[in-house]
């Protein structure tokens, strides 16, 4: 695949190694100048030195002829404008935008820039799996196909310890995939009964979240840690 | 267009910005009617601050040419104000955006056509 990355600091300098280690054509467009004379030592006629924004930079990079673009400068706005040029003007199949403050995501997906990586937002979905407090983790958000799936912990309060699976009225839109009991994962039948401790998954449609918590959480409520 | 009696509304990330906006005016500016808020116009609390929901018009004219044409396609697509202009210094993506239905106006652009046309004018006509 050709893939340009546009900005050489430590993510797209990374992802650079990464991607010609694998074999694939990459072309790296660094906009400021000391930073592209460092990279070049190492990249050589990997990296050229320009401004992503600008369309002669990209099409000097060969955009026409690119399968992927991935921009992961440190300006949202910059991430954001290339990616759409390159959608839309360029017809690059494959985006990936970096998201630099999460509050900006929504401008990403305004501008239909899709799919966009934030850091922040990504260390908080491991701070979710880290600590079971939160009761419900989101273990993937498929946006674009309105499906997520999410991984509850059931503690000794949990609703539904003790009961059949076929016992269980799940909210319409959602259904439980799998159960993980001592570290071993299965998929569970109608008689299937769960047990305290165990970590069950689901898949569901946006939004049913809160029918999910109130149906496998704490019987009393408050603010039960399992 | 402040004194043509429209209602105007300025969003700019420099509170000092205020001042230069009272220079040659008789009255302040809010006296007159404006209206002024400190923000970027990335955030949409600073656009909402400024009345975006209710404008008709939406110019982005900030010195940068990424911020303006992102807020511009905010303003058009999130907003949907119904008059969106947009200051693009370069004149490549100037001519791109308009062609995807953005009122782009290129100073670049407007620069070169006068400072050609007054090169043309100042030549010495050729004595038939």
Request: no cysteine.
């Given at each position: 695949m050709y893939i340009i990355v546009v900005g050489a600091g430590k993510v797209g300098w990374n992802l650079a190694r990464e991607l010609l280690e694998k074999n694939h054509e990459v072309t790296v467009i660094e906009s400021n100048r000391r930073r592209y004379l460092t990279v070049e030592q190492e990249l050589e006629h990997n990296v050229t030195y320009g401004d992503a924004s600008e369309l002669w930079v990209l099409e000097r990079a060969g955009i026409q002829r690119a399968d992927m673009v991935i921009a992961v400068t440190g300006d949202d706005e910059d991430n954001m404008l290339i990616c759409q040029v390159a959608k839309e003007k360029y017809e690059v199949k494959q985006i990936i935008a970096r998201v630099n403050?999460?509050?900006?995501r929504p401008h990403f997906d305004l501008l239909g820039v899709k799919p966009s990586v934030s850091a922040t937002d990504l260390i908080l979905r491991l701070l979710e799996h880290e600590v079971p407090e939160y009761g419900l983790v989101h273990l993937l958000d498929l946006q674009e196909e309105q499906l997520e799936i999410i991984e509850m912990l059931l503690g000794k309060?949990?609703?539904?310890?003790?009961?059949?699976v076929g016992d269980l009225s799940m909210p319409?839109?959602?259904?439980?995939i799998s159960v993980l009991r001592e570290g071993k994962g299965f998929v569970p039948n109608a008689d299937t009964v769960l047990e305290v401790g165990d970590e069950v998954l689901a898949v569901l449609d946006p939004g049913r979240e809160d029918d999910l918590k109130e149906l496998f959480g704490p019987a009393s409520g408050g603010n039960g840690t399992g | 267009m402040l004194s043509e009696g429209h209602e105007v509304s300025c969003l700019d990330e420099d509170p000092e910005s205020h001042t230069r906006l009272e220079?040659?005016?008789?009255?302040?500016w809010e006296d007159l009617g404006g209206r002024f808020t400190v923000g970027t116009g990335l955030e949409t609390d600073a656009l909402v601050a400024a009345g975006i929901e209710t404008a008709d018009a939406f110019i982005a004219a900030t010195n940068g040419d990424n911020t303006n044409i992102v807020i511009a396609q905010i303003a058009q697509r999130r907003y949907e104000v119904p008059t969106v202009i947009a200051r693009i210094l370069d004149p490549l993506r100037a001519e791109w955006y308009r062609q995807q239905g953005l009122n782009t106006i290129c100073p670049t652009r407007v620069a070169i056509d006068m400072l050609e046309s007054a090169v043309r004018e100042g030549a010495p006509r050729e004595v038939v």
């Open positions: 403050n999460p509050r900006n309060d949990s609703r539904v310890t003790g009961r059949r319409e839109g959602s259904l439980l | 220079v040659g005016l008789d009255k302040g």
